[in-house]
């Protein structure tokens, strides 16, 4: 009885042996070509679905930088333009993000900050606006809950635009002037 082995070592034996008795790299390397052809076609979808999750943290970043102001030293001229800016942001508020832009409760709106300001028709007009833009958030924050289906109706969009023509109406007559944003010649 001749017992003898063929050990051949081209690359095809050498392959055909792995496969019959694999190794545990060798189950790991299969199991992870499988995974790549099997999740490949998800992968552009996911990608993109990562650059749109960035780029609304960008935004977001941005808006919250914007919309930050000291709330150490109010200078009433001030609060108008950012109610105003606030309000237009809501309005045009294609997700919750927008919406949300700001609480209307804290920051100049807060009642120690509001008290900073000269008693009179103006102050009342921004505690009224910071009141009414709160109230206004929270009940139309329903319409705007998700970013795919975001849409402010015309109802908000009018309670706003009231609600901000007050503050410059009472802006106007307490002397203050709106800010240009080009210098007139």
Do not use: H
Not at 47 to 56: H, I, L, M, P, Y
Not at 73 to 78: H, L, T
Not at 137 to 145: D, L, P
């Amino acid at each position: 009885m001749d017992i003898s082995f063929d050990n051949d070592t081209s690359k095809s034996a050498r392959i055909r042996r792995e496969l019959r008795n694999p190794s545990m790299f060798t189950v790991f390397l299969i199991v992870a070509v499988v995974c790549v052809v099997v999740l490949a076609p998800f992968a552009p979808g996911w990608v993109s679905t990562a650059q749109d999750s960035f780029a609304d943290i960008a935004k977001t970043k941005e808006i919250t930088e914007a919309s930050m102001s000291s709330i150490t030293a109010i200078i009433p001229s001030q609060i108008s333009p950012w109610l105003a800016n606030q309000a237009n942001t809501m309005i045009n508020a294609e997700g919750p993000l927008e919406w949300k832009v700001v609480s209307f409760r804290t920051g100049p709106c807060n009642g120690d900050n509001l008290s900073q300001l000269p008693a009179g028709k103006y102050s009342d007009s921004i505690g009224t606006a910071c009141v009414e833009l709160d109230r206004i958030q929270q009940a139309y924050s329903g319409k705007c809950f998700r970013a795919i289906d975001c849409n402010v109706p015309e109802a908000a969009k009018e309670e706003i635009r009231s609600a901000i023509d007050d503050v410059w109406f009472a802006f106007s007559d307490a002397g203050f002037v709106i800010p240009y944003d080009i210098i007139e010649q």
